[in-house]
């Protein structure tokens, strides 16, 4: 693959530039905003700009696409190519006119020199030669035309009208079809399978505990699956903790315990007049995408041997492919992932996994490509999950009301457990195969990186005496991995509810006690956006304000709000929201306020930042993975309920100015939403929940403790 | 399983297909017509991902045997843009950009356009009531309602 800029931008297609990029679109608008990026820095329309769909043979390998990363890095990285694009091809130009590069410019992809029109175009002057090393650093803000604006999303067409676009679309020539057959618990053998017939045509595919089919047609396999699973015989062992008890066991598992942050202030902490202390949980949460995993293989002969393709919304394909090659046995050559739209992920889920099943029913039918897709069961009851987080937070008042010491202590499984993390495939199939084992633990990267639980385990306010451990659970009952903004929502949900906490042991007015200890002017700005917005300064009930101006008090009602700077180094969320709580947890609106830096595209912040919201609001008051001591139970959408419309909260997003380097902004709101949601439940009901989510009966619970 | 033919109308053009008493709706649309609009999200009914007008009623299309849909007018997503002009529910979604991954963006039009055909003015209340049956998980509730009323507003114009 070439080097340079050439990796990331092709001028091959006369009046068309095509960027590689290594960064996968799955709903978020990213390629939107990356084009608009190249249109700007290149000068030429966003409509002259095509986005190569992402392949482990073409494209840049740019790591996994998550972290809120894709605008900083994919995004630095574009642009960094296209300012030397537009200089190397400029210089060309000049070269051949015999002028200065520095009196040309662009203008849709024609050079101009200050007389008008050249004749020359990039793709006339781009080239084998074109490829001297250009400078400079991308335009500043200020000059920007195409980015800084919103733009229409480029995929949005085709999916008001329902033309094929996703992976789940994808017909290929030949194409069979596959299922899998899942184990009936965590931990099961396959040891016996009664005599079945099948439908005509239909291949078994039996490995260890692996059992799949593949038929000609879907409808086939899925019925040749079904009478598998009725002829499968196992052995299942109990594998997975009580439910019903999550701190019990978060504290009770053996674990790796680290510091995170220390700064320790013996003064401070000897002037503590008061001391608080509570533990928050959350629970282990599913992605539940709208789209069961699915993927496409193809397995053949090539001159120098076996290789296999696979088409896949993995959202790291270059992962994907080595974590398939090292656990088949395969070099990495003779692996192609190639990337194909699917639903919104939201983190790890299950599209890695299916990729392999696909790989291993379409080794039993070479040539013929094999479509697998999971059920809505598969998708809940065997794709990672978000782990179940216990913070344990104490803190220290000092006479003044002020807080000079803080403790926060995490235990959590790790998060990072995408394929590859720790030198592991983790790949769900690879444990079931003969000879495989059970999937080890999760890492969590290393405990100051805000990589995985510690996320957001730093607060944010200014606390003299300080000390933050992180306890990774060494033991995996429950498959953990990456889930939208990792340990932030479970820590940033019980470090704002315990500002509330010692808000009220000091007397104070939960906004006014947050800014009091915060001298960040990023964060003190979005807080005071938000409470702006929400009209803060009237509405705590429990501090005998009044409602604005023209609303009436409502009966059962409580504000709360949230602040987190994602990730402690990335962009700046501010919450404040409005629940009742009188029978049901209802959230009823959200005021939010973003600092992320400069903006490429304002609709699109605005779309993360409310999609962000919404779902955190459905985390905060409605999901749970339930299971027994066999394997996961809430495996559709019944037993696992996400907000619906009639009950999701009115979101007013607004973007606070700024000229600072752009950030992320898909996982900002995760954290902030879960702390106002839950301040705003203690407002409207005079108790604290402190175990996510916040349902009916933990509410009543609350209550009767109080 | 025997399999027999059945008929069926689709976007106003007959169409007979061989399959089991029980094929779903849904896996006949997509995998014997070729229509990509109708998804799979859960297989009983429960998110709307699948939904398609039946005679007008908006339902799921997954747990709909394609049998019993015989003599009746199915509608999917792609049969609602008429004369090479879009819905204007769909219009509304593409000019409020009320989509993020979009997988379910489908079944949402199919629910707002037959809500549209019955309630040609309907309140926020009542487009949240008539997609409550839809399940998002990109959280694009908010947008989605605006783009029902914006088209509700332009078809009274």
């Known amino acids: 693959m070439s080097t340079g800029w050439q990796a990331r931008l092709d001028f091959s297609r006369p009046g068309e530039v095509t960027v590689r990029t290594g960064k996968v679109e799955y709903g978020q608008g990213i390629w939107t905003a990356l084009a608009q990026i190249a249109a700007e820095e290149l000068d030429i329309a966003l409509d002259q700009v095509r986005v190569a769909p992402v392949s482990t043979a073409t494209s840049p390998d740019e790591g996994t696409t998550s972290g809120s990363r894709s605008i900083e890095d994919g995004g630095s990285a574009l642009r960094e190519a296209c300012v030397q694009a537009r200089s190397a091809l400029l210089a060309g130009a000049a070269a051949k006119l015999g002028v200065s590069a520095g009196e040309l410019s662009v203008s849709d992809g024609q050079i101009l020199a200050p007389s008008g029109g050249t004749g020359l175009t990039y793709w006339s002057v781009a080239g084998p030669g074109a490829d001297s090393p250009g400078g400079g650093g991308g335009k500043p803000a200020g000059q920007w035309s195409v980015a800084g604006r919103s733009a229409p999303r480029l995929d949005i067409p085709d999916k008001v009208t329902g033309r094929p676009r996703f992976l789940h679309d994808l017909v290929l020539p030949e194409m069979a079809y596959g299922r899998v057959v899942r184990p009936p618990a965590r931990a099961a053998e396959l040891t016996g399978l009664d005599e079945v017939r099948l439908p005509p045509g239909a291949v078994v595919v039996r490995d260890g505990s692996f059992l799949g089919v593949v038929a000609g047609r879907d409808r086939d396999a899925v019925r040749a699956a079904g009478l598998l699973a009725r002829a499968a015989r196992w052995r299942v062992t109990e594998s997975l903790p009580d439910e019903r008890d999550l701190a019990g066991f978060l504290l009770a598992a053996p674990a790796q315990e680290q510091p995170v942050t220390e700064r320790r202030d013996e003064a401070a902490a000897a002037a503590v007049t008061r001391r608080l202390a509570a533990d928050y949980t959350r629970p282990f949460i599913a992605h539940a995408s709208m789209a069961p995993g699915c993927a496409i293989a193809r397995w053949f002969q090539r001159p120098d041997g076996e290789a296999v393709t696979v088409w896949s919304h993995s959202q790291g394909p270059f992962a994907l492919r080595a974590a398939i090659a090292t656990g088949l046995g395969l070099g990495p050559e003779q692996v192609t992932v190639q990337h194909v739209e699917g639903a919104g992920a939201y983190g790890h889920n299950g599209a890695d996994d299916v990729a392999l099943d696909a790989v291993l029913l379409a080794r039993a039918v070479p040539g013929r490509p094999v479509r697998v897709q999971w059920t809505r069961e598969d998708e809940m009851g065997w794709g990672p999950l978000g782990p179940a987080m216990l913070v344990r937070l104490s803190a220290g008042l000092d006479a003044g009301g002020r807080i000079a010491s803080w403790r926060q202590d995490v235990y959590s499984n790790g998060f990072i457990g995408r394929p590859g993390s720790g030198g592991e495939p983790r790949l769900l199939a690879l444990s079931h195969l003969a000879g495989g084992g059970p999937m080890p633990p999760a890492p969590d990267g290393p405990p100051t990186g805000a990589m995985g639980a510690t996320r957001n385990a730093v607060p944010l306010y200014d606390i003299p005496d300080l000390a933050v451990t992180r306890h990774r659970l060494l033991d995996m009952p429950v498959r953990t991995s990456s889930l939208r903004s990792l340990g932030a929502f479970g820590n940033v949900f019980a470090i704002e509810s315990f500002m509330d906490e010692l808000a009220a042991a000091a007397g104070s007015d939960p906004v006014e006690f947050r800014l009091a200890h915060l001298s960040d002017p990023r964060a003190r700005r979005v807080l005071t956006e938000a409470a702006g917005l929400a009209g803060w300064a009237g509405r705590r009930g429990g501090l005998g304000g009044s409602p604005p101006r023209g609303e009436d008090p409502r009966e059962g009602a409580g504000f709360g709000a949230g602040v987190a700077r994602y990730k402690g180094t990335s962009g700046y969320c501010a919450a404040v929201a409005e629940v009742e709580a009188e029978t049901e947890v209802r959230v009823r609106r959200l005021w939010l306020a973003v600092d992320v830096g400069r903006v490429i595209s304002p609709d699109g912040v605005i779309n993360q930042v409310e999609g962000g919201a919404v779902q955190s609001a459905s985390w905060a008051v409605s999901e749970r993975v339930r299971f027994d001591r066999a394997g996961i139970t809430s495996v559709s959408w019944d037993t696992y309920p996400i907000l619906r419309f009639t009950q999701v909260p009115e979101v007013t997003v607004t973007i606070v100015p700024s000229d600072e380097p752009e950030t992320g902004a898909g996982e900002l709101a995760q954290g902030p939403v879960a702390g106002a949601i839950g301040n705003a439940v203690a407002d409207a009901v005079g108790a604290r929940v402190r175990d996510l989510p916040l349902t009916r009966e933990q509410v009543a619970r609350a209550i009767e403790e109080a | ?157």
């Open chain 2, 1 to 157: 399983m025997d399999r027999q033919q059945v008929r069926l109308t689709v976007n106003g053009e007959e169409h007979t297909v061989t399959c089991e008493p029980d094929a779903p709706l849904l896996d006949v649309l997509r995998h014997d017509l070729g229509l990509a609009g109708p998804r799979f999200g859960c297989g009983i009914g429960l998110c709307g991902a699948c939904f398609v007008l039946v005679d007008g009623q908006a339902r799921s299309s997954c747990d709909l045997a394609a049998a019993a849909a015989e003599g009746r007018q199915v509608t999917t997503v792609e049969g609602l843009a008429a004369g090479g002009k879009l819905h204007p529910v769909q219009q509304a979604f593409i000019d409020e950009q009320a989509a993020q991954c979009g997988y379910c963006i489908s079944g949402m039009v199919v629910s707002a356009a037959a809500l549209l055909a019955s309630t040609p003015s309907p309140t926020a209340g009542q487009v949240a009531e008539a997609l409550d049956g839809n399940l998002c998980r990109c959280g694009t509730h908010g947008r989605i309602v605006r783009a029902v009323l914006r088209a509700a507003d332009q078809e009274g114009e």
